[in-house]
């Protein structure tokens, strides 16, 4: 072979055997909490899990200051309150495409390295009905206008995360998948529009929810075990439900026109508390079986050697103001507590053998509001009612972590779930008497009576950032106050 042909097919070469960014692995960071990990403290923690990629639900300024001059790649969402607003005013998505994009957007400098504008967060979730089906592509379309003006088009990509029931099979077969029927039309739109723009579909692979909700499908098929009974489909043998999953959707892609779309798995994870299956145990078991098997690109039957693009954990960090409509389980996703403890021996696949929790974390006091035994308790399970709607009591759940401490054990956990979101108050631990303070930790077993962070709700980042404006006002006021003097 002539040298400079040699060099040539060398060139051709390099990304095969350098392989390439498909399978890459990044995690979800959720902000639905009532005491939230400083924005700092939580880039901290990322980095020092070889953490490379981040997918926000919203664009809080805060957590992008946090996140500028860090090196990882960021996915920003726009929340499906917003999406009306976009679809309708091309100006409103200029406008915010300007604040949230281009403001921190790193041209190989010190800012924020963001790869994928999210438009809602999985608006074609069946329970959501119609209500924001009319406005996602127009958003879509108005927000990728916004880039193209601002001349990030080329760098940005605009995508729809799509929910685990967009797509569906009746019989549990990979080739009998297909997009739910009042969806066929917007998945078109879609789909053309993100082919246009050499965008991926964004999806979530929920093995957990299929797994409470398929009696056919078994823990240890989900949980990617070697010698479970596989399914078979035709020519093809399935051995996990991810890969059954994926061939589900990948059949449904191909079906309305579309069978070389890429694909992103934007959450996928399981929960360790909240419900029956969701331990810290069963959750190391999955993570470890998804990492491994992504990691080793063999892909799934309909796309051999074909991983997904990228696949995003979900979640980071326990949120505990999620909504539970789906089930207790919502606020128990992440790989680590909401204080960055990490709850299982797990890594990304990059490296780092086990997870590092966080570091110099700051608490409240170590104080907890337990029920007061010498007290009149029968409005005791009441004021525990009362106590948790508004705190957090899923861990509670059957199956939960604290479903087995009884009475008059759950009684001071709600007690102590409400005086710790109200920042340890004396008088959210009175409940008509029937309050305690105590300095004795009264978790049992793996149940634990949780303390609360410092960062509390009256400084949550919303508020702060608010506080940070009202000074550059004063100081460009009082700047403009002084030139007028002179």
């Not at 902000?31 to 901290?44: A, F, G, N, R």
Request: charged fraction near 15%; hydrophobic fraction near 40%.
């Amino acid at each position: 072979m002539p040298p400079n042909l040699f060099v040539f097919f060398l060139f051709l070469t390099i990304p095969c055997l350098l392989g390439s960014t498909a399978g890459a692995i990044g995690v979800i960071w959720g902000t639905m909490s009532s005491h939230p990990l400083p924005p700092s403290k939580v880039v901290e923690l990322l980095k020092s899990n070889n953490v490379s990629k981040v997918k926000l639900f919203d664009a809080d300024p805060l957590v992008l200051q946090a996140l500028s001059g860090s090196n990882l790649v960021v996915t920003v969402g726009i929340p499906n309150s917003m999406l009306k607003t976009f679809n309708s005013s091309r100006k409103a998505a200029e406008s915010w495409v300007h604040d949230n994009v281009t403001r921190y957007f790193s041209h190989g400098g010190a800012g924020v390295r963001i790869e994928y504008v999210a438009v809602g967060d999985e608006p074609f979730l069946q329970s959501y009905g119609e209500q924001f089906h009319p406005f996602v592509i127009g958003a879509a379309m108005n927000i990728q206008a916004a880039l193209t003006k601002a001349n990030l088009a080329s760098e940005v990509k605009v995508v729809v995360p799509c929910s685990f029931d967009t797509f569906v099979s009746e019989s549990s077969l990979p080739s009998k998948g297909h997009f739910r029927t009042d969806l066929n039309k917007t998945m078109i739109q879609l789909l053309t529009f993100l082919s246009k723009h050499h965008s991926p579909f964004f999806v979530t692979i929920s093995p957990f929810i299929s797994f409470q909700q398929n009696k056919n499908i078994s823990l240890d098929f989900t949980l990617f075990k070697e010698n479970v009974r596989p399914h078979n489909d035709s020519h093809r043998t399935y051995k996990n439900s991810f890969d059954l999953s994926y061939d589900t959707l990948v059949t449904a892609l191909s079906k309305i026109g579309f069978p070389e779309m890429g694909i992103v798995v934007a959450r996928i994870g399981w929960p360790t508390d909240g419900a029956p299956n969701a331990t810290s145990s069963i959750a190391e078991t999955f993570m470890k079986g998804l990492v491994d098997h992504l990691h080793s690109k063999t892909g799934t039957p309909l796309r051999p050697r074909n991983p997904p693009i990228e696949t995003f954990i979900f979640s980071f960090l326990d949120e505990d103001q999620r909504s539970i409509t789906s089930g207790n389980f919502e606020r128990h996703w992440g790989v680590f507590t909401f204080d960055g403890q990490a709850k299982y021996h797990f890594n990304f696949g990059l490296g780092s053998k086990n997870l590092v929790n966080a570091q110099f974390v700051e608490y409240l006091p170590s104080k907890w509001c337990v029920m007061n035994n010498n007290k009149d308790m029968s409005n005791a399970t009441a004021s525990a009612l009362e106590a948790c709607s508004i705190s957090d009591c899923t861990a509670l759940s059957p199956g939960g972590s604290c479903s087995n401490i009884g009475w008059p054990g759950n009684i001071s956990y709600a007690f102590n779930s409400y005086y710790q979101q109200h920042d340890q108050r004396a008088d959210s631990c009175d409940f008509g008497g029937l309050g305690l303070i105590t300095t004795v930790d009264p978790s049992v077993d793996n149940c634990r009576f949780f303390i609360e962070l410092q960062t509390s709700h009256s400084t949550s980042v919303h508020e702060a950032y608010l506080f940070l404006w009202i000074i550059l006002l004063m100081a460009y006021f009082f700047s403009c106050l002084l030139g007028f003097m002179q």
